[in-house]
Every structure is written in structure tokens, then in C-alpha cells.
């Protein structure tokens, strides 16, 4: 990937373009569809089972039942099976698809099962029983496919993307699956949830049943768990995988899998475009609250485009398939209190900024190929890429918390990124109860930050009483902004091989061993800053606003490399104790060996230059045991009880924030002192600080140097959850389920510094809690309270020694969810749930000094209610939506306490500021949010599997305000809020498939 090609997204390639030619833009997509044009539906690829069993009409087995199973989705045009003593088949490791069973025994009718529908990883049991008659008479059967999964234990939704875009609106990446999926959380109604945002500021962190993290998979192959792939209209089904997940996963946590459709012997495409307009919306910051904040510049759309298409089909048919798809977005929008420029008034924070309109832009494109070598051997490769460029990314800053309203055009970033993956898979049935595959390939992503054009000669300047940022933004190669670079890269290897035997151990058994290889590398970094290597921090002083306070000087230039290899291997075992009871057992060894390899740091305005060995961080090996239960209590197969339990290890992070940048001598060396202006020009020049580390001006150090080795008795944390569920079919496609999980995270860490022990911070000091606004001798002041500096025996570099220590407390979540799904039948589908979590979160990974005592523990209740549908009104005319009602934000109050009193006690000598927290978490909330989408669309069938699509979009419908982000700081910002959704806004769209 050549960093040459990844140019900053410039104002002048703005949306302000013709109509006309975004109308030729989507029109010559759907016109190379239509030249291609067949009367084939599309197929997939990733897999699940069909099983049952064969009774005449006594209830006796059937054995010797030949089994067909056909299907467009069959690259090698039907499998074979015959039921067994006890009159089973099984299909195993069949595509997701449409299929037809046919049962067929000489002295029998012939059975016919059709539309079945079979969904990524769902073991569809398909019972059939076979009347006494000729062979040649035939009983055709199109039933409802089945909704309850007696054998699968993991949870989780299947969506099927084709029906889905269709019937709902959809933005296109991860907030979609949140909005859809019962127990998922993160992103709906927030910025990475606009449809016209991408890049960083669509970055999102998913949570499942009140656990953060999320391992994302194209096809099984596991890529970059940030990144928010833009081909998700053109993926086939997305499988989520929410709880319970087998061995074969490592990390707890949502799981997603992206997953393509492969071709077919016949030609079938879709292609669509959706467009919005600044004419077609409302404003939804016509509160009392926003307006008494100056919150005057919404989340709003100038223009916006999104054009995609797929086509695929045969090269040979039969033998080898094709499937291409290709999406591209731009967008013009203002951000929610992001300021172009400081207004008449030439100050920031004042409410008469005019508001900064960024620009991005988004290419992706897939290419899949499929090769059934022979009958029993099959061949894929797929390509994805994906790029972005944001010409106003404002959501991180150097220090401290940073927003869109406190970071202005000036101050924020220009944002490039490059993801590439590629793999080949190799999958046979060398025999009828032996099936395997082997893949590899390599996932990487480039990130680039650059500085706003005229912002350069500027330093950082951050206010720790306003949040506000001004001048450039600077990076220490870690932070996302400007800039920084990036480039990860890992080659990734799995193979797994599954055993059926005849009958073993007094029941059905499916062995399946397997294997994960990933081999990493990590390259950040930053170069010099063109106005200096160091930002400054403003305070008040004294009374006095916006004084000189701290300064904090980076090592720039660096590039530190940081290296991860892990070695994985499981065994499953689904065990079937006759047809009501499955046992899944599952074992799970993980190896991560982190590392940093040989490397060299250049010499610059604050460090020297130096070369450095090798350094292996650390080893571990980890076991992880699974088990889970399914019981069917009446045999009717219509319900279901499970219980899972399942140990996760966390896998070491290897992007942004790897666990080794700690150890690492290249990361950046941060340096904070005091720092006094002596000639008032509010930049830092020589001979203003004493740059002595056991100086009167030190404050704090981080630095590999300052890093002591891992203890040999840390351990890497994991994950305990246990989850028991109820599930019944209520109707013909339509099922529902009672649900609770307990999850428990275990031997998490932090960083204390150990040459400065708790005990050391003995000097109490009283201070006034000077309450929500900030100043002290107010009506709202509240009680005294007692902060801590420590010893001076203590101070200087030479007592600033981090190490990275497990925490002590554990954390955990409980969920009760209730949750309903009927699949599109009669003419109407439906998803509904709601869920209650209770968290027991400690605020603080360790606590290491007094200050960090009071209040230190989240144990709040969060809710939400979820729920979507369509209904097929007359004349073809579809209505469709999303509704998610949230608890609204939580937080707590906090204070920094400067060093000096304003009431004229006594002053930190040490320490220059102490945060604390000064009431629960909790007792600061946000009004609950409330996001409606609603959809209506006209289909015409132009022939055959020809058809067009008409869709308005009225995305938050309720044109909804409610606080997305609020600060909770005492002071000018207390309860400022920071973001709010888009306004109701108008979109329409239109899509053409074969």
C-alpha cells in the first residue's frame, strides 16, 4: 500500500455537484447490472446443517431413506444422503440458501420438502414422515422453515441482508447489527450512527449483554476488530454471534462474521443509491437546554451520495463462480458544535462560530471467487478493500477529554485509512463423515493523520478549564490525530477438521479439531512537529482565566514497531444423547507471545538518539473450557432449554494501544512541568522551564525507561459467562426467547507506579467542593472534602517507575432479556426485545493513591427496547422500520482541584491538579433516547427476477434531541452537552435487482 496514494480529502472535492451527474453516476451502475442480467438469486457461502430424522406412520424409524438435498447454492448441484438405523440424516457444512429435500424409500410415497430456508450457522431439523404408497407418487410440502435451534448453543441473530436493505433502513456498517440484534449496544442515535459520517468519527465500540469488545470476520477470517466494514449491503447475511460462542472464538464479546454471497451458475446483481439533501430535514436544536448552552450547529447533512452494486455469477458453469461488489459515499455535513473558526467575536465557546463543513469519503470493494475442483473438494479466494478519507475529524485530542464543540476546525485532524484483506481457502469431504478446510491470508490497515492546511506553525494548546483546543493538533505517535501514522499488519492461518463417527460412546458425536495462527506487526509513530514537540495547558490561575499552567514535551520523531504472535488449538465435541438432549463440550488453548523488535530511535529537540535490541515482552498460555446443554422437554421440537458456560482469554490488542507500547524505548517519552510565560506570547521558548526531571518544575514522566519488567506472576484477563435461555416457537415462523447472562471479567490491568506506593500520599488536604459551576463561595458549593499529595521525599524522575499490575477486583454484568422474531411470512415480519443490564464496574482499574476512594464503583441498571418490522401493504407498497428506546447517559460529578486554594488553604506542592469524583456514578443522568427510522417503498416487477425499488427514508422520525454525550466536570462545561443526533432528514433511494 503506498502511502503516496493516500492523499488529505481537500474542501475542493465537496459535494456541491451537479444532480445530474450523481442521477448518471447510479444509472450507468444499474445499467451494467441490467446488460448482465439472469434469472438466478444469489447464494453464499458460509455454512450451516440440515438433520432429521425419517418415521413411517407408526413413529417407527426409517432406515435406507435416500435424503436429496438440491438448491441453487450448491455448486456441485445436489447431496446425497441415507438415514441410519435409527432413520437419521444429516447434511452438514451446506451453505446458507433456499433448499428442497426429497426422502424417498422403495414401498413408500415420495416426500418433498420446499422452501427451506437456511440461515448462517443454524442446525435446521427437518423431520419427515413417509406414508405406505408407490414410489412414484410424490407429496410436495412447503412448510415454515424451522425457528428453533435444538442442536446450537451459541446466541445470536442471523440477518439476511438482500430482505433486510429492502425492508428497513439501513446506514451500511456495525450500527446496524446493534440496531438489529438483541443484546448489542453502541452507536444508535450517536454520531457513528449517521448514515453521513465515516471514518473515525464512525468508529463505534460494540458491547454484548453489558461486556465491550467485538472480534469482526469476513467470511470466518478475523481482520482489524475497528474497522467498520462499508460492504455490508453488498455481504449476502451477517451472522452475530452475541453469547454462548463455541472454542473456534477466542475473545468474549460480540462476534461478527461478514459473509458474501459466492456467484452462481446463473447471473444475478443489485444495485442501489441513496441520496439526502440539507433541503430535506429539520433542526432538532430548538430546546431550552441546547439553546442556553449555545448549542447552534447541529449534526446536519449538506449533501450525501451512496452508490453501490454487486453482480455475480459463472465463468464455468458449475465449476468456478464469481461474485464482485463495489460501494462509494461522500458526504457534506456539519458536526454538532464544531466551529469553523472563532466568529466575529474572534473567541471560541461564545456561540457565534459559524459551523465547520467537513467533507469525506468512502471507496470499498470486494472479489470473491469460488472453484469446485471436484465433486468433494472446493477452492475460494476473496479480496476486500476499503478507504477513507475526513478532512475534519474532531474527536480525540492530546489532553484530557476532547469533543467536537471543544475542538474547533484548527484543531482538528485530516484522517486518511487504507484496509486491505485477502485469503484462500481450500474446503474437501474426502469421505462421507470427514470434512475439513485450511485458510490463510493477511489483513492490514494504514492510518495517516495531517495537520489542517494553515494550523501548522501553530502549537497545541489545550485549556483544562474550558476543554478547549486551539492551534494544531500533535499526536505521541499513539493518539489519533495529527501526526500520527500507523500500519498494522498480520498474516493469519486457519484450519479446522471435523469427524462424524458411525456411533461412539452411547451416542451421535461430531468431533471438530482446530486451529488459529496470527502473526502480527505493528508500526505507529509521529514526526516532528513543525511548531514543536510539546503542547501546552492553559488553566485559570489565580482567579485569572487562560494562564500559562504545563507543558509537556514528546519525543519526536518515532516510529516504535511492536510485535504479536498467537498460536491457537481447539477440540469441540456436539454430542446428541438421543433426539432431546445435545451436550456441546469445548476446549480451548491459547499462546500470545508479545514482543518489540530491533529498532532505532532518531535524535531530535527532546531526546537522543539511540539503537535498541529485541525485547520479548512476555509469554502466556492459557486454557479456556466450554459447555453447554440443549434440551427439547417434550420432543416436539418447538422449544428448547439452554445453558452454556464459556472461559474467553482476551487477545493482547494489536492496534492502536498495543500492550507492549509500555515497554517499547521508541514509544514517546511524555514529560510534564510546570511552566511559566515570561514574555507572555503563549508559546513556550527557551530558558521558561527547568527541564531537570528531579527539578522543581517536574511533574510526571512516561517512559519506557521509567518501565519495569512484567512480574512473572501476570496474567492476561479473561472472561466468565454463563447463560440459560428459554426458546419457543410461537407460530409458523415465528419464535421467541427468555433469556439471562452473567458475565465476570477477571485479572484485568493497569498501571501504577510502583516507586510511588499508596502510602506515600500523606499530606491531607481540606478543600471546598465548590459544586457543579466551579467557583468556590457559590450556592451551589457543597460539603469539604479531602484530597492527598504525597511526600516530597517522593519527587522527581527518580520515583516515577510504572508497572503494569492485575487488577484486584473483578468486574461484571447480569442481563434478563425477553425477545421475539418472526421471519417474513404472510406478508409481514417482526423483531422485538428488551433487556435490563446491571453492572458492577469498578471505575478504576487499581487504586493507587487516596484521591481515587470516593465513589469508585458503577452499579447502575441500564435498559433497552428494541424492535423492527415491515408489512406488505396492497398494491406492493412496503412499510418498514427501526425503533430503539435507551436509558439515557450516566455519568457522575467530578472537580479538578488546582494546586493552588481559592479560599486560601493550603496548596499541592507536589502534584499540580487532583481529580475526584464527588458523587456516585449514576446520579447524573440524560434524558432516555428514542430513534425511529420508518421506510416506504413501491416494488416493480419488471419479469422474471427482474425488479425495481423505490424507498423514502424518514431517519429519526421523531426528530429526536435527546443528549447522546454530556460532561459531567464541574465547571463552564458541567453537563455540557457534546452530541445529539441528526435531525429528521429525508432520504431517498432506489435499488434494481435479477
Given at each position: 500500500?503506498?502511502?503516496?496514494?493516500?492523499?488529505?480529502?481537500?474542501?475542493?472535492?465537496?459535494?456541491?455537484?451537479?444532480?445530474?451527474?450523481?442521477?448518471?453516476?447510479?444509472?450507468?451502475?444499474?445499467?451494467?447490472?441490467?446488460?448482465?442480467?439472469?434469472?438466478?438469486?444469489?447464494?453464499?457461502?458460509?455454512?450451516?446443517?440440515?438433520?432429521?430424522?425419517?418415521?413411517?406412520?407408526?413413529?417407527?424409524?426409517?432406515?435406507?431413506?435416500?435424503?436429496?438435498?438440491?438448491?441453487?447454492?450448491?455448486?456441485?448441484?445436489?447431496?446425497?444422503?441415507?438415514?441410519?438405523?435409527e432413520g437419521r440424516y444429516r447434511f452438514g457444512e451446506v451453505r446458507v440458501g433456499v433448499y428442497r429435500l426429497q426422502f424417498e424409500l422403495q414401498g413408500f410415497q415420495t416426500l418433498v420438502r420446499e422452501q427451506l430456508e437456511l440461515e448462517v450457522g443454524f442446525a435446521a431439523r427437518v423431520d419427515a414422515t413417509l406414508n405406505v404408497g408407490n414410489l412414484a407418487e410424490t407429496v410436495v410440502v412447503s412448510g415454515a422453515s424451522p425457528v428453533v435451534d435444538l442442536t446450537t448453543t451459541r446466541g445470536g441473530q442471523a440477518i439476511n441482508t438482500a430482505l433486510t436493505t429492502k425492508a428497513i433502513p439501513m446506514v451500511g456498517h456495525q450500527v446496524d447489527l446493534v440496531r438489529l440484534t438483541p443484546g448489542l449496544s453502541g452507536g444508535v442515535g450517536t454520531r457513528s450512527g449517521n448514515p453521513t459520517q465515516m471514518g473515525l468519527q464512525a468508529n463505534m465500540s460494540v458491547a454484548a449483554y453489558g461486556q465491550s469488545g467485538v472480534t469482526a470476520m469476513i467470511e470466518d477470517f478475523q481482520m482489524h476488530s475497528n474497522n467498520q466494514p462499508p460492504m455490508l449491503g453488498g455481504t449476502d447475511q451477517m451472522d452475530v454471534r452475541s453469547f454462548g460462542n463455541t472454542a473456534e472464538v477466542q475473545n468474549p464479546g460480540a462476534a461478527l462474521n461478514y459473509v458474501f454471497s459466492s456467484g452462481g451458475?446463473?447471473?444475478?446483481?443489485?444495485?442501489?443509491?441513496?441520496?439526502?439533501?440539507?433541503?430535506?430535514?429539520?433542526?432538532?436544536?430548538?430546546?431550552?437546554?441546547?439553546?442556553?448552552?449555545?448549542?447552534?450547529?447541529?449534526?446536519?447533512?449538506?449533501?450525501?451520495?451512496?452508490?453501490?452494486?454487486?453482480?455475480?455469477?459463472?465463468?464455468?458453469?458449475?465449476?468456478?463462480?464469481?461474485?464482485?461488489?463495489?460501494?462509494?459515499?461522500?458526504?457534506?455535513?456539519?458536526?454538532?458544535?464544531?466551529?469553523?473558526?472563532?466568529g466575529p467575536d474572534g473567541r471560541y465557546l461564545t456561540g457565534d462560530e459559524p459551523a465547520a463543513v467537513p467533507v469525506a469519503?468512502?471507496?470499498?470493494?470486494?472479489?470473491?471467487?469460488?472453484?469446485?475442483?471436484?465433486?468433494?473438494?472446493?477452492?475460494?479466494?476473496?479480496?476486500?478493500?476499503?478507504?477513507?478519507?475526513?478532512?475534519?475529524?474532531?474527536?480525540?485530542?492530546?489532553?484530557?477529554?476532547?469533543?467536537?464543540?471543544?475542538?474547533?476546525?484548527?484543531?482538528?485532524?485530516?484522517?486518511?485509512?487504507?484496509?486491505?484483506?485477502?485469503?484462500?481457502?481450500?474446503?474437501?469431504?474426502?469421505?462421507?463423515?470427514?470434512?475439513?478446510?485450511?485458510?490463510?491470508?493477511?489483513?492490514?490497515?494504514?492510518?495517516?493523520?495531517?495537520?489542517?492546511?494553515?494550523?501548522?506553525?501553530?502549537?497545541?494548546?489545550?485549556?483544562?478549564?474550558?476543554?478547549?483546543?486551539?492551534?494544531?493538533?500533535?499526536?505521541?505517535?499513539?493518539?489519533?490525530?495529527?501526526?500520527?501514522?500507523?500500519?498494522?499488519?498480520?498474516?493469519?492461518?486457519?484450519?479446522?477438521?471435523?469427524?462424524?463417527?458411525?456411533?461412539?460412546?452411547?451416542?451421535d458425536h461430531q468431533f471438530k479439531v482446530g486451529f488459529r495462527s496470527n502473526l502480527a506487526l505493528v508500526v505507529g509513530g509521529a514526526s516532528n512537529h513543525p511548531a514543536g514537540n510539546y503542547g501546552l495547558v492553559f488553566d485559570t490561575v489565580g482567579g485569572v482565566?487562560?494562564?500559562?499552567?504545563?507543558?509537556?514535551?514528546?519525543?519526536?520523531?518515532?516510529?516504535?514497531?511492536?510485535?504479536?504472535?498467537?498460536?491457537?488449538?481447539?477440540?469441540?465435541?456436539?454430542?446428541?444423547?438421543?433426539?432431546?438432549?445435545?451436550?456441546?463440550?469445548?476446549?480451548?488453548?491459547?499462546?500470545?507471545?508479545?514482543?518489540?523488535?530491533?529498532?532505532?530511535?532518531?535524535?531530535?529537540?527532546?531526546?537522543?538518539?539511540?539503537?535498541?535490541?529485541?525485547?520479548?515482552?512476555?509469554?502466556?498460555?492459557q486454557w479456556a473450557p466450554r459447555a453447554a446443554v440443549a434440551w427439547d422437554p417434550t420432543g416436539s421440537g418447538k422449544n428448547v432449554l439452554k445453558g452454556t458456560y464459556g472461559w474467553y482469554n482476551d487477545e493482547l490488542p494489536y492496534f492502536v494501544g498495543t500492550f507492549t507500547d509500555l515497554y517499547n524505548p521508541v514509544f514517546a517519552t511524555a514529560t510534564t512541568y510546570r511552566w511559566r510565560d515570561l514574555n507572555g506570547n503563549r508559546n513556550y521558548d527557551a530558558g521558561e522551564v527547568n527541564l531537570d526531571v528531579n527539578g522543581p518544575d517536574f511533574i510526571d514522566i512516561t517512559s519506557a525507561?521509567?518501565?519495569?519488567?512484567?512480574?512473572?506472576?501476570?496474567?492476561?484477563?479473561?472472561?466468565?459467562?454463563?447463560?440459560?435461555?428459554?426458546?419457543?416457537?410461537?407460530?409458523?415462523?415465528?419464535?421467541?426467547?427468555?433469556?439471562?447472562?452473567?458475565?465476570?471479567?477477571?485479572?484485568?490491568?493497569?498501571?501504577?507506579?510502583?516507586?510511588?506506593?499508596?502510602?506515600?500520599?500523606?499530606?491531607?488536604?481540606?478543600?471546598r467542593d465548590p459544586g457543579p459551576d466551579g467557583v468556590v463561595n457559590t450556592a451551589d458549593d457543597g460539603s469539604m472534602v479531602t484530597i492527598y499529595d504525597y511526600d516530597p521525599v517522593f519527587s522527581g524522575g527518580q520515583f516515577v517507575s510504572n508497572e503494569r499490575v492485575n487488577q484486584v477486583n473483578d468486574d461484571s454484568a447480569q442481563t434478563i432479556e425477553v425477545s421475539v422474531n418472526k421471519r417474513m411470512s404472510s406478508r409481514w415480519s417482526l423483531m422485538g426485545s428488551y433487556g435490563a443490564t446491571k453492572q458492577h464496574r469498578w471505575l478504576d482499574s487499581f487504586i493507587d493513591t487516596p484521591n481515587q476512594e470516593y465513589f469508585p464503583l458503577d452499579e447502575t441498571w441500564s435498559w433497552v427496547f428494541r424492535s423492527s418490522g415491515s408489512f406488505v401493504l396492497p398494491y406492493e407498497v412496503l412499510l418498514g422500520g427501526t425503533l430503539n428506546v435507551r436509558s439515557g447517559i450516566q455519568g457522575q460529578r467530578t472537580y479538578v482541584f488546582r494546586a493552588a486554594d481559592p479560599l486560601g488553604g493550603p496548596r499541592?506542592?507536589?502534584?499540580?491538579?487532583?481529580?475526584?469524583?464527588?458523587?456516585?456514578?449514576?446520579?447524573?443522568?440524560?434524558?432516555?433516547?428514542?430513534?425511529?427510522?420508518?421506510?416506504?417503498?413501491?416494488?416493480?416487477?419488471?419479469?422474471?427476477?427482474?425488479?425495481?425499488?423505490?424507498?423514502?427514508?424518514?431517519?429519526?422520525?421523531?426528530?429526536?434531541s435527546a443528549a447522546q454525550a454530556i460532561t459531567f466536570a464541574s465547571g463552564p462545561t458541567f453537563r455540557q452537552i457534546t452530541l445529539i443526533p441528526t435531525p429528521r432528514a429525508l432520504r431517498f433511494g432506489i435499488q434494481y435487482g435479477f
Open positions: 500500500m503506498e502511502v503516496s496514494n493516500m492523499v488529505p480529502c481537500s474542501p475542493a472535492r465537496k459535494l456541491r455537484r451537479d444532480g445530474v451527474l450523481l442521477l448518471a453516476r447510479t444509472a450507468s451502475l444499474l445499467l451494467a447490472l441490467v446488460m448482465f442480467h439472469s434469472s438466478a438469486v444469489a447464494q453464499t457461502l458460509t455454512l450451516g446443517v440440515i438433520e432429521g430424522a425419517v418415521t413411517d406412520e407408526t413413529g417407527g424409524a426409517l432406515p435406507g431413506v435416500t435424503v436429496t438435498l438440491t438448491s441453487p447454492a450448491l455448486q456441485v448441484g445436489q447431496l446425497t444422503a441415507v438415514t441410519g438405523p451458475n446463473q447471473f444475478h446483481g443489485r444495485g442501489a443509491g441513496l441520496f439526502m439533501h440539507e433541503a430535506l430535514q429539520s433542526s432538532n436544536i430548538d430546546t431550552p437546554v441546547l439553546r442556553a448552552q449555545g448549542f447552534t450547529t447541529p449534526e446536519e447533512l449538506k449533501n450525501y451520495f451512496d452508490v453501490q452494486g454487486n453482480l455475480g455469477g459463472r465463468i464455468i458453469r458449475d465449476k468456478l463462480w464469481f461474485f464482485a461488489t463495489a460501494r462509494q459515499r461522500e458526504s457534506e455535513r456539519t458536526i454538532g458544535g464544531f466551529a469553523a473558526n472563532a469519503e468512502q471507496w470499498g470493494q470486494v472479489v470473491k471467487l469460488s472453484y469446485q475442483a471436484t465433486p468433494k473438494y472446493q477452492i475460494t479466494g476473496l479480496w476486500w478493500r476499503d478507504r477513507t478519507a475526513d478532512n475534519g475529524s474532531c474527536t480525540s485530542g492530546y489532553f484530557g477529554a476532547a469533543n467536537c464543540r471543544t475542538i474547533p476546525f484548527e484543531a482538528a485532524s485530516i484522517y486518511n485509512i487504507r484496509d486491505l484483506v485477502w485469503n484462500g481457502e481450500i474446503r474437501g469431504t474426502p469421505t462421507n463423515n470427514v470434512t475439513f478446510h485450511l485458510k490463510g491470508g493477511r489483513a492490514a490497515y494504514q492510518t495517516r493523520y495531517y495537520i489542517q492546511p494553515g494550523s501548522d506553525l501553530l502549537p497545541t494548546r489545550w485549556n483544562r478549564n474550558t476543554q478547549l483546543y486551539t492551534g494544531s493538533p500533535i499526536s505521541n505517535g499513539n493518539t489519533t490525530s495529527a501526526q500520527r501514522r500507523g500500519d498494522t499488519r498480520f498474516h493469519q492461518y486457519t484450519g479446522a477438521i471435523t469427524y462424524i463417527p458411525a456411533g461412539f460412546l452411547g451416542g482565566p487562560d494562564q500559562a499552567a504545563e507543558i509537556t514535551t514528546l519525543s519526536l520523531p518515532l516510529e516504535p514497531k511492536n510485535g504479536l504472535n498467537l498460536h491457537s488449538v481447539y477440540a469441540t465435541d456436539q454430542w446428541r444423547l438421543g433426539r432431546r438432549l445435545t451436550i456441546n463440550l469445548g476446549l480451548r488453548f491459547d499462546r500470545q507471545t508479545t514482543f518489540v523488535p530491533a529498532q532505532v530511535q532518531e535524535a531530535s529537540t527532546f531526546v537522543k538518539a539511540a539503537e535498541f535490541d529485541r525485547l520479548n515482552v512476555g509469554t502466556w498460555n525507561a521509567n518501565t519495569r519488567p512484567l512480574d512473572p506472576g501476570f496474567k492476561l484477563p479473561h472472561s466468565h459467562e454463563v447463560a440459560a435461555s428459554y426458546e419457543r416457537e410461537l407460530l409458523p415462523n415465528m419464535g421467541s426467547r427468555v433469556l439471562y447472562v452473567y458475565k465476570r471479567r477477571n485479572d484485568d490491568y493497569g498501571t501504577v507506579n510502583a516507586a510511588r506506593p499508596y502510602s506515600a500520599y500523606n499530606i491531607p488536604i481540606q478543600r499541592l506542592n507536589q502534584l499540580s491538579t487532583v481529580t475526584l469524583r464527588l458523587d456516585p456514578y449514576g446520579s447524573q443522568t440524560g434524558p432516555a433516547q428514542k430513534y425511529l427510522d420508518i421506510r416506504v417503498a413501491k416494488t416493480f416487477n419488471l419479469g422474471g427476477q427482474r425488479e425495481v425499488l423505490f424507498s423514502m427514508d424518514v431517519l429519526n422520525a421523531a426528530n429526536d
